[in-house]
């Protein structure tokens, strides 16, 4: 009997599976193999098994001496990558928990459409809302003009192709991502705990400090994996606010494939990426068996 | 001064902030809305209404052609990913456990875990490899690439479905001699029938969204309406990309709310 359960649940599974691995994860190996090779001349690979793409990640050869440095441009790259990408997280969990609190403390009547509404981001293409916000904060945008005419400020402040825009349009465009956990887990939260503490005599900080947040821990766990695991990622985002000089990694893995780049570097970039989501979503799994355990 | 009742749920500033949010969420959209009906050239200057952003956009060319192209991957990539993650689906799902299902999880859920830019990268090199040898050029490597990344969305909404029904329908069928084929077409799948919809409906709206892996696969000459839109920031932007923009939205809110409503029946 479990024998041929086994077999028609993998049976059924194949031709999705198929599709996958010809799309999706199979493809991968390839560009595992593309980063131990050599760059050819314009573009693509020679077949040339060799760990400089590798090496290429963090360091540089001086070109005359041989000397080894560190890549400083590269560096810069994944600093700013995991920087933007860490301050989105956190940025959404400070927006992110009142709003999920809000909505989870609504009257059950109503509490279905500002579900909805914050649903409704999530869903709405990704492209679109960052166009959305590009026009709030460019220079002749609404954001600007606004505060020109009450007079805060005296010139446009410039945005738009600066770190701070990328941070802004991740920010704006992850948002619901850490809403929707958070929200799941306030959805679950017993309430009565709260008021056994205020009979306690806790303090409103020391509630949420002491009893909110470790509650809500897994919710809080898995925003903020949705929104780091993408954040690094980033491609869109960074290329329509950032402008080409605001880089981070997904931009700067793109610009490996382009015409006379350097192929196996461009993969080995992938993989290093592929490796640190991969981290993140195991450090995920690990906090949320731990808690599961606990019950 | 009457003070406001003491509640366990409120916490200072939280709503004041939650409010912020959902105007901080919102109006950046509403903006761009309501910049596609501006008679000025300018997506900061309001000249007036006027529908000539949409008018413009339905004769371009090639916003038409990208339109098409948008609906006709997104059609072929939904009816694909939801057959496929049907039957994964009624083969996973209930009936017990079964030897590597972890490995099935993992595959299935792939997509959503995999950053976006390295599968795209990964199909480039794929598909352009396939192509220069074979020649073969059109639709086929964007439907194939976007139905894989379909698949999880189109799993996920059939999968809860059949968690939610009731298992001794089918075994009432099987103790009145329906084949398992028979208990499957005439109980299971009349039954599954909204989940398989919904399914559908959100890998169409996956396709249709996608950005990355279109703008990675596809060859010269095949934009879709998203990287269409991108190529346009080459561009001094006009409201033509906010007319798109809104109308790309209405399809999203459209089939969304059409999703809302079948999955909340079954709650019902």
Sequence with gaps: ?295 | MATKPFSVTRLPGFGAIAIAAFIALYAPIITLVVYSFNAANSVAIWGGFSLDWYRLAWENDQVQQAAIRSLVIATFAAGFSTLLATLAAVGTTRRGRFKGQTIIYVMINQPLMVPEIVTAVALLILFGAIRTATGIQGLGYLILAHTAFCIPFAYLPIRARLEGMDMSLETAAADLYATPWQAFRHVTLPLLAPGILAGAMLAFVISLDDVIITEFVKSAGQDTLPTYMLGQLRRAMTPEVNAISTALLVLTVLLLTGFFLITRGRQN
């Design chain 1, 1 to 295: 009997m479990a024998q041929s359960r086994t077999r028609t649940a993998w049976l059924l599974s194949t031709p999705a599976l198929v599709v996958l691995f010809c799309a999706a994860a199979g493809p991968l190996m390839i560009v595992l193999v593309y980063s131990f090779l050599s760059p050819g001349e314009y573009s693509g690979v020679v077949w040339d098994p060799t760990l400089e793409a590798w090496f290429r990640v963090l360091f540089r050869r001086d070109i005359f001496d041989g000397t080894v440095s560190l890549a400083d441009a590269h560096l810069t790259i994944f600093w700013r990558s995991v920087k933007l990408s860490l301050l989105t997280t956190l940025i959404t969990f400070v927006i992110g928990l009142p709003t999920a609190w809000f909505i989870a403390t609504r009257p059950a009547r109503s509490r279905p459409l500002w579900l909805f509404l914050i649903t409704i981001p999530f869903w709405t293409n990704l492209l679109i809302r960052t166009f959305a916000i590009m026009q709030v904060i460019r220079n002749e945008g609404i954001l600007n003009t606004a505060l020109l005419k009450i007079g805060l400020i005296d010139s446009p402040i410039q945005l738009l192709n600066t770190d701070t825009a990328v941070l802004i349009g991740m920010a704006y465009v992850y948002l619901p991502l850490m809403v929707l956990p958070l929200f799941a887990a306030i959805d679950r939260f017993d309430f009565r705990l709260i008021e056994a503490a205020y009979d306690l005599y806790a303090s409103r900080w020391r509630v949420l400090r002491r009893i909110i947040l470790p509650i809500i821990r897994p919710g809080i766990v898995a925003g903020s994996i949705l929104v780091f695991v993408p954040s690094l990622g980033a491609y869109v985002t960074p290329r329509v606010l950032g402008g080409g000089r605001n880089m981070m990694l997904g931009n700067f893995i793109e610009l490996q494939f382009g015409q006379g780049r350097n192929w196996p570097l461009g993969a080995a970039l992938s993989m290093v990426l592929l490796v640190i989501v991969t981290l993140a979503l195991l450090v995920y799994v690990r906090a949320s068996s731990r808690d599961e355990e606990r019950g």
